[in-house]
């Protein structure tokens, strides 16, 4: 059984950085599109952003240029490198395959209030 693991959230002010980070520890980690997404109270699970093997990112469009994602396929982890944090980030981040096939881990908290 894989076990996603999570990290890196927290209770931050309008305007904040934080940085995730999680773990996917699957064997074919180098060859799968990699993806953050996000549970909004109130809303569906959303994609956050994604990453390929090669390194191409792509965005939701609520992020406007604020986060960059990022991958260590020798470590077999992903970045979420988040700036200009906004109440309406606020919610449950996770990170799976973009095609979430792993099980999903428990997501790291992020609360962005003032």
């Known amino acids: 059984q894989v076990h996603v693991v999570e990290s890196g959230g927290g209770f931050v002010q309008p305007g904040a950085s934080l940085s995730l980070s999680c773990k996917i520890p699957?064997?074919?980690?180098?060859?799968?599109?990699m993806a953050w997404f996000r549970q909004i109270p109130g809303k569906q699970r959303e994609l956050v952003a994604t990453i390929a093997t090669g390194g191409q990112t792509t965005y939701g469009t609520f992020v406007e240029d604020r986060f960059d994602i990022f991958r260590d396929n020798n470590k077999k982890t992903l970045t979420l490198r988040m700036n200009t944090l906004r109440a309406e980030d606020t919610g449950l981040y996770f990170c799976?395959?973009?095609?979430?096939?792993?099980?999903w881990g428990q997501g790291t908290q992020v609360t962005v209030s003032s």
């Open positions: 699957i064997t074919d980690f180098d060859l799968t599109r």
């Open positions: 799976n395959t973009v095609d979430a096939n792993v099980p």
